[in-house]
Every structure is written in C-alpha cells, then in structure tokens.
C-alpha cells in the first residue's frame, strides 16, 4: 500500500498502457458524446478530423481507468477534490494504444488533518507515436502512513 510519505516531487510514475477499438469509441459517444464525429463514419470523414475519434470525455475515462488500475488501487487513495485543467491535445482514434504516466510536483501534508495530504500532479497520455493526446492537472487526497 503507498502511503503520501512514499511520494516525493518529481517522481514520474507509470500507469500502464491500453488500446481503443472503433465499437468503444462509437459506444461510448452514442450514451454519452453523440456528436457526429464520435459516432457517424461517414458523417466524420467530412469533420476537420477526418474521421471517428473518440470524445474528451472518453479519453479521460480511459485515462481513470489507467490511473486507478496502475496507482489508485494500490495506494491510500481518499479521493479527490477535483482536477485544475483538461486539455484534450490530439484526437484520439480507433486502434490507438494510449499510454498515461503521472509527475508529482507537491507532496503537502495536511495542516488540519494530521492523517491526510495532498498529492499535486501532472497527468499525461500519450498515443502510440508518442504524441501527448491528453494533459490534466490533479489534485489527489491520500492517507498517511503514520495516521492511517
């Protein structure tokens, strides 16, 4: 289990790796996203995408997927107040394989509440030729190892 103690600025920290079919990207955008481009083929070869790409709030699902399954689930994670910015960089298509990592920039201990801290971070995902498809900042509440 990582305790806030186990972090430190500038740790860069590997969450995995994953690719995206046409069928998930069109799912997904049809219950949630339904623009044209996420769920048409015909309609999005005519957009300035040149054809189906996965909606930003897919992205970021995958991109929660890949954090909880390569941190979160081994971690004292208590949550998360919420993200600082989402930037949705480039298109997201199917076949991609997108890979995420987190950098911590600050490791704060809670002031106020001795068995708690905050993590800040940088999060990224990137596509298989190393383009950076999605960047958010993060703020994560875990535990302390000595409070837990």
């Not at 955008?29 to 481009?37: C, V």
């Not at 769920?39 to 909880?68: K, P, Q």
């Not at 399954?69 to 997108?98: I, Q, Y």
């Amino acid at each position: 289990m990582l305790y806030l103690e186990d972090f430190e600025p500038d740790q860069v920290i590997e969450l995995g790796s994953r690719s995206v079919t046409k069928e998930e990207i069109i799912a997904f955008a049809e219950q949630y996203d339904p623009q044209p481009f996420h769920t048409d083929e015909a309609a999005a070869v005519e957009t300035i995408y040149g054809g189906i790409i996965a909606s930003g709030w897919h992205t970021v699902c995958l991109f929660m997927r890949l954090l909880v399954d390569g941190l979160l689930s081994d971690a004292a994670s208590m949550g998360s107040p919420g993200v600082d910015e989402v930037r949705w960089l480039k298109p997201v298509r199917p076949g991609d394989v997108l890979t995420a990592r987190g950098v911590i920039h600050e490791v704060i201990p809670s002031r106020s509440k001795p068995d708690r801290g905050v993590l800040r971070t940088t999060y990224e995902m990137f596509n298989q030729d190393g383009e950076r498809v999605l960047s958010m900042k993060g703020v994560g509440m875990f535990r302390r190892r000595n409070n837990a």
